[in-house]
Each structure stands twice: as C-alpha cells, then as structure tokens.
C-alpha cells in the first residue's frame, strides 16, 4: 500500500513552465515504477511519462517529448515532472501512479496500482 500525494498545479501562460512533484509514503518507493498520465475534460486518460525505479530511463509520450522531463529522488520518495514551453493543449488533470510489481515499464494506466489525487494544469494562451 502506497499514498501518493501531488502538489505543484497552477495557472501558467504558453511557453511558461511548472514542475509537478509527487509525494510517496507506506511503501519501498524505490521498488515501483512511476508513471504521469493527464485527462482533459470529456476525454480519455492519456499516458505522460514513465520512469524506472533508478530513475535512469524514461519514456514519454511523442506529444510532451523534448518539452517534459520526469526524474525521482528515491531518498527522498519523490518524483516530479518539469514542464517547459506548456500550451494550451497541455491543459488537464495531472496525475502520478505507481506500478508495484513491474514486469515491465508501462505505458497504459492499468497498469498502475496507486495513484495521486490529481493537479490542475492550466495554460492560457
């Protein structure tokens, strides 16, 4: 059983930045794979990012590639998401999740077993 906590969502304008950080507590946080995902209003959940449990290897979607950079610190039971040059299309719900038992490093939502309340991603153009 793992908590995850997020915090870090706003309002930001195009071409602006924010970095998402996610809290984890009540679990190895070092034994899970990470994962982003963010949904807009009306539509699916769709997959951000994904990081290792060394952090040594991320993926990302091709429409957040170049733009978003996740990282963890496993001393601190932590990850994060960086966001430059945010447009409006980025605006959604951001969320973390925590695969427990990871075969492998995944890319689809069910996957995951815990996941954080969810930040608000706003940008205005």
């Known amino acids: 059983q793992v908590q995850l906590v997020e915090s870090g969502g706003g309002l930001v304008q195009a071409g602006g930045s924010l970095r998402l950080s996610c809290a984890a507590s009540g679990g190895t946080f070092s034994h899970y794979v990470m994962g982003w995902f963010r949904q807009a209003p009306g539509k699916e959940r769709e997959f951000v990012a994904t990081i290792n449990r060394s952090g040594g290897y991320t993926y990302y979607a091709d429409s957040v590639k170049g733009r978003f950079t996740a990282s963890r610190d496993n001393a601190k039971n932590t990850v994060s998401l960086e966001m430059n040059s945010l447009k409006p299309e980025d605006t959604a719900v951001y969320y973390c999740?925590?695969?427990?038992?990871?075969?492998?490093?995944?890319?689809?939502?069910?996957?995951?077993?815990?996941w954080g309340q969810g930040t608000q991603v706003t940008v205005s153009s």
């Open positions: 999740a925590a695969d427990s038992v990871p075969a492998t490093i995944g890319k689809t939502s069910t996957e995951y077993d815990y």
